[in-house]
């Protein structure tokens, strides 16, 4: 069983930055896909932002240029650094994780609001 907490959301002015981090339990951390979602109030939830186990990345069009997502695979983290933030960026933010051992798994975090005030 895998276990994914986020921190670092909060409140920010637009403008602003924030560092979300994800902190995973287990072992099959290293041999996975990372990855942030985001789901503002009333709209389906969106990728923001994912990084395989090569390192490759891959961002939602709207980030691009401010968002960059990282991994340190000793201390089974994952992070999203997020630069000049606006106010369409305020919604919760998941981390996600999945792979295929060759069964396939993915997990979800419990959330971090984001609010970003104009």
């Known amino acids: 069983q895998v276990q994914l907490v986020e921190s670092g959301g909060g409140l920010v002015q637009a403008g602003g930055s924030l560092r979300l981090s994800c902190a995973a339990s287990?072992?099959?951390?290293?041999?996975?896909?990372l990855g942030w979602y985001r789901q503002a109030p009333g709209k389906q939830r969106e990728l923001v932002a994912d990084?395989?186990?090569?390192?490759?990345?891959n961002y939602a069009d709207s980030v691009k240029g401010r968002f960059t997502i990282s991994r340190d695979n000793a201390k089974n983290t994952v992070y999203l650094q997020m630069n000049s933030l606006k106010p369409e960026d305020t919604a919760v933010y998941y981390c996600?994780?999945?792979?295929?051992?060759?069964?396939?798994?993915?997990?979800w975090g419990q959330g971090t609001q984001i609010t970003v005030s104009a």
């Open positions: 990084i395989t186990r090569d390192g490759w990345t």
């Open positions: 287990g072992s099959i951390f290293s041999i996975s896909t």
């Open positions: 996600h994780l999945n792979g295929r051992l060759p069964a396939a798994y993915y997990y």
